[in-house]
């Protein structure tokens, strides 16, 4: 079957923030800046299902150190584009990371909130060290003191879609990362 060449900017968008070449890109010099604090060592990626979940694969892609894979679920949005709050916990660590160094992967920094959360519960299995990887960061909207450890790319505080970050459970298949058409922000 021949397939179609895929359009610059998904119709879903008004603007592409970050295209896939662009996040490949980085994604490899962050795999490099990961690799430079941790050497040889082995550590303990915890993934926080589903907004890192395309994040993750790439990223873990380009790290040859021996890695062990756990996820975690916390949900911190409704159908909506502002944080309800208090993040929940939905599904927890499988793996036993006592002693181990964690490295947390998230898709985006926004409130600080879902990444204090994680890491204060982290913390309570006594892990050699932990660190935290977020591809976003959106530094305006922070109201909590957290900072992540390793940062993909800072952005404006606009609410955006695609690359495993959704709207309502939606687009998260985007290739790219951008703003979501203005008449699609309603469930
Ligand atoms: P925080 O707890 O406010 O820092 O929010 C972190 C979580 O909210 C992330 O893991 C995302 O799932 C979600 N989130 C925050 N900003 C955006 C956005 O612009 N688009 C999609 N999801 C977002
Ligand atoms: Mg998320």
């Known amino acids: 079957m021949k397939l179609k060449p895929k359009p610059t900017r998904p119709r879903s968008l008004s603007r592409v923030l970050l295209s896939g070449a662009q996040i490949r890109r ?30 993750t694969s790439d990223l873990m892609r380009e790290i040859d ?7 975690i679920r916390v949900s911190s949005y ?15 660590l499988t793996l036993d990371i006592r002693r181990r160094h964690v490295l947390v992967i ?7 909130k879902t990444l204090q959360f994680v890491t204060k519960l982290i913390r309570r299995h006594r892990p050699a060290s932990l660190r935290t990887c977020v591809l976003l960061d959106k ?5 909590v003191a957290i900072e992540a450890d390793f940062v993909g790319f800072s952005i404006p505080d606009e609410f955006v879609v695609g690359y495993g970050l959704d709207f309502a459970e939606r687009y998260r298949n985007l290739p790219c990362i951008g703003v979501l058409r203005p008449e699609l922000q309603h469930a």
Not at 65 to 71: A, G, H, I, Q, S
Not at 139 to 143: D, S
């Open 78 to 92: 409704g159908a909506n584009t502002i944080s309800i709050g208090t993040p929940q916990l939905i599904s927890s």
């Open 65 to 71: 150190n021996p890695v062990r894979l756990d996820c």
């Open 26 to 55: 980085r994604v490899r010099t962050l795999a490099a800046e990961i690799k430079a604090v941790y050497g040889e060592e082995e550590f303990t990626l915890i993934s926080l299902i589903n907004g890192a979940v395309m994040f």
């Open 139 to 143: 530094k305006a909207r922070r109201q």
């Open 106 to 112: 998230d898709d985006i920094l926004d409130t600080g």
